[in-house]
């Protein structure tokens, strides 16, 4: 049985029985899910589907990024971290924050693309206790090259009081509060995969209807893969620890697959198995990746499909407190076997005290 098989194979997520043999609309899926939460009071639900909404918009223009003049580094330059911004990325920032200020289902954003934290204001009496964080467009960098790129999310709830503005604090929670996480990937069809902490499930959008569809029902990740997902090119700049893990995977004869956008990675280890890696190099000391809208959000969707993440210094994710909205970090990510090969050539070769 081939692995994308084996991925989607499996029983029906938890709560009310889905329909085996129709098209389940994202739409109805998150309406009956909701069912599963005691606390649901429509806003989680809605949400959701204001970034399905968001990611349709995305996509249409993505799609024909080709054609209209939006190809190209945006006239704003560099966003706050300093990363060249592409006019798709600016773009797909904007379709964000407008769906999620329209619904008034959060009251706060923060983006890769904005410095600080954005305050929504309430629609009507409507006192939100979600805060959507999101990278608009990671990989943004291969759109000029018909790279697939994608667009990741992470929802807390607010801990501050609901009566006032929501606060950085609000945002300087541990991954594994999470109350849902998904991410989009724009490639050879457009696919929408989430978990609110009850599995992992994609959605894949049909152009025809302009619905995303379940595809991809309960997603397990196999325990092990044959391929390790990095930059070589920066090999000889990695510890000692990190290059004998690579060699290892390359006696093991896996496959080397890297495609500079961490969505489409993670999306081909997540159903093939595998492992990706983002260790520190010298222009990243501290690793690369952010912390808030692209490392947590994607380890709480592996680890909900049974597989692992951590960083370099061998903690988990989805346990770092983090102290800088943009924080950034090194990951190593997929398949738990994988990830457990890595945790012992760590602490084998490992210079500093682990
Ligand atoms: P490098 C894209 O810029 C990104 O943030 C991730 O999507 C991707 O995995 C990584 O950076 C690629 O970084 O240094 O290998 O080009």
Redesign the pocket.
């Known amino acids: 049985m081939s692995t994308t098989k084996k991925a989607v194979q499996h029983s029906q997520p938890t709560g009310s029985a889905l329909p085996g043999n129709r098209i389940i609309t994202l739409d109805e899926f998150i309406i009956r899910s909701e069912k599963d939460f005691d606390y649901a009071t429509g806003e989680l639900t809605g949400l959701l589907r204001d970034i399905g909404v968001a990611a349709k918009i995305i996509n249409r223009e993505v799609n024909k990024a080709g054609l209209v003049n939006i190809l190209g580094v945006a006239d704003s330059g560099e966003n706050q971290s300093g990363d060249i911004q592409q006019k798709l990325d600016v773009y797909a920032n904007d379709k964000l924050v407008e769906c999620l200020q329209n619904s008034g289902e959060c009251c706060a954003i923060a983006s890769e693309e904005d410095e600080g934290i954005i305050n929504v204001p309430a629609v009507g009496s409507k006192q939100s206790h979600y805060i959507v964080m999101f990278d608009p467009l ?4 291969n759109i000029d090259v018909n790279v697939s790129v994608g667009t990741i999310f992470a929802i807390y709830r607010r801990k501050s009081d609901p009566s006032g503005p929501a606060t950085i604090a609000d945002f300087l929670q541990p991954g594994s509060k999470q109350v849902a996480a998904g991410y989009v990937l724009y490639g050879t069809s457009t696919i929408l995969v989430y978990t609110t902490g009850r599995g992992v499930n994609g959605f894949t959008l049909d152009p025809s209807i302009g619905e995303f569809c379940l595809s991809h029902r309960n997603m397990r990740i196999p325990n092990s893969g044959s391929t390790y997902s990095v ?1 070589q090119g920066y090999y000889s700049k990695f510890d000692l620890e990190m290059r004998r893990y690579i060699d290892h995977c390359s006696d093991q004869n896996y496959g080397l697959r ?1 495609i ?4 489409s ?1 993670i999306h081909r280890i997540l159903i093939h198995g595998g492992i990706f890696l ?1 260790p520190a190099t010298r222009k990243y000391p501290k690793g ?2 952010r912390l808030l809208y ?1 490392c947590n959000p994607l380890s709480m969707i592996v680890e909900q499909a049974g597989g692992k993440a951590i960083n370099t210094q061998l903690k988990r994710i989805l346990e770092m407190v983090p102290t800088e909205l943009h924080q950034r970090g090194t990951i190593a990510i997929g398949s738990p076997d994988m990830v457990d090969e890595l945790k012992a050539f760590i602490e084998r070769y490992s210079a500093l005290p682990i």
């Open positions: 990671d990989g943004s960098s930059n890297y500079g956008s961490m969505v990675d983002y690369k990746l692209e």
